[in-house]
């Protein structure tokens, strides 16, 4: 009886072991890897991809919160480009100005610095703590600090200015043309010494020394090794900043909202916070969501085309391409 017993408790364990001993080594870490990535996977079809099917959905409808959608097929999308939304596309044209200057500026300042830190002086490792403190600043206290700086009356900048002789300085954030620039100088106070450059640190040491050796035995000086032989090398780096950078600038949003409420004469009215005030101001949800998608496209469309021209200047050790 005590046998039967211990068969009878034993006997479905012994099944699960040989159940378990017929999967592959293989099987067993596919089988782990999609235990251990099913929360992520969970997450973003609750919280990524199914919203953004609704998104999809809801671009088509005429939609406000609180009533039931009624699909109108393509006119949010007609709405939006054919000009009958004034501000579309004043609004995109002052996003892509604000990425045409922020990209190309912040890459270069960010190479800059980190060219510089990679120079093995002293007290080089705070020197990188003083670059990268200003971009670990949360946007609103960013935005409120450089508010304080930029006030006509009593700011530090014009207070600086006044000790210089100017009578009367700037209104940075209250007059239509100084307004963006003044954006623009929050933007790269808080971007050029964050990811940016520490990624292209990061490219730098990886650049072989040797090559800089050979090239200094061969008679060049120091812009002509960074320009043949360092540049070449991190163009990989390079075309990865320039992708998240256009990205990044495109995306612009909070600190306008902090700033400026996108004043003064809507100077520094962005496309996000366009498609913000749709969304949550007027609850126009179907033509907010139109509004996404024109934007999720245009970011594809860019980064596509990168891509592309990539292949015409980015060098890969391996001859491998994108």
Known sequence: MTSQLLTDRTGPSLVRVQRRSRLSPRAREELAGWLWTSPWLLGFLLFVFGPMLASLYLSFTQYAVGSTPRVIGLDNFVRALSGKDDLFWPSMGRTVEYALVMVPIGISLSLLAATLLNQSLKGTAIYRTLFFLPSLTPVVAAAVIWRWLYQ??????????????????????????????????????????????????????????????AAAIDG???????????????????????????????????????????????????????????????????????????????????????VRWSRRWVYYEGGDRP
């Open 152 to 213: 006509p009356d009593f700011g530090a900048i014009n207070w600086l200015l006044w000790q210089l002789g100017v009578d009367e300085g700037p209104r940075w954030l209250a007059k239509p043309d100084s307004a963006l620039p003044s954006l623009m100088v929050i933007g790269l106070w808080t971007s050029v010494g964050g990811g940016a450059m520490l990624i292209f640190l990061a490219g730098l040491q990886s650049v072989p020394r040797e090559l800089h050796d």
């Open 220 to 306: 060049a000086n120091a812009w002509q090794r960074f320009r043949n032989v360092t540049l070449p090398l991190i163009t990989p780096t390079i075309f990865f900043n320039l992708v998240i950078g256009i990205i990044a600038a495109l995306k612009v949003f909070a600190v306008a909202v902090l700033a400026t409420q996108g004043g003064p004469n809507y100077a520094t009215w962005f496309f996000n916070l366009h498609l913000y005030n749709y969304a949550f101001q007027f609850f126009e949800m179907g033509y907010a969501s139109a509004l996404a998608w024109i934007f999720f496209l245009l970011v594809v469309t860019l980064t596509y085309l990168n």
